[in-house]
């Protein structure tokens, strides 16, 4: 069996990750060479951790109101007090060409009647890209890469209650394109999804703020939330988006409406009360489907209260 220490030594110097040792104060007595090299590339001075007190730089963090500082001393405290085996805490560590994540992770073990606290910074960038993916494509429509009906109403439940208690202005607007079956039929679906995608950059163009949204509703529906602006800039915007959508000169030949893509408008605006976000919802279908019955092309809007 290998007893040599430098053998050990070695192990752990040769581990891609960042590996310290504490003792029960929070002093460093030990840390692997990828402990070095990492704070040396990310511009640390320090050549020598051992003997420095980790505990200590967490607990000046956290009392000069970093939360990183403080949730790490908490941690480590913790673990050392025997109330939980080990800590977890995941933090972004970005440097200046990309975004990195990583994970620590502490146990205690003990050694020749003395407790140490291990800890190991561990590199999960690829994990989190994994689920930042995962998470953006749970939400968003895979052919116009517009948000989903799925996360709108998730959307649109959360910003309906921030402006129910703020008390500011919320729109919604439906919209819908005309006669998109006549386009898909005489042009063929390739062509219609094409369309679908074009429209889609369109109107996420209306959609700069971070209270705003467009998604895709179903088919060739699609949903519009503005907060913070009035029932009139509203209006304003949905009749240039009318008007948007008309330059884009797509042909449908046959609609009967305009042998070009025209598309109908329902909008309501409101300072939320009383009403919650569904029926706020089917009122703005209501005028859709107005603005459907009174010939295409259009916006129908109304304000409540």
Known sequence: MIENSDFFKTVLDSLPEQIVVLDRQGEIVFCNQYWNTFA?????????????????VCNTSGRNGDKMGQ???????SVLHGEEPTFYYEYPCHSPTEKRWFMLRVVMFHFQNADFLLLT???ITERKRSEDLARSLSRTDALTQIANRRYFNTFLKTEWRRCRRSQTPFTLAMVDIDHFKLLNDTYGHQKGDDVLVEFSAVLSDFCRRPGDLCARYGGEEFALIWTDIEHTEAVKLAEELLIQIERLQIVNEHSPTKPILTTSIGLVSLHPQGMNELEILAKADELLYEAKQQGRNRLVAHKLN
Request: net charge negative; no cysteine; aromatic share 12%.
């Open 71 to 77: 949730d790490v001393s908490k941690g480590i405290y």
């Open 121 to 123: 910074h561990h590199n």
């Open 40 to 56: 040396e590339q990310n511009g640390s001075e320090i050549t020598d951790w051992v003997g420095l007190n980790y505990l200590d």
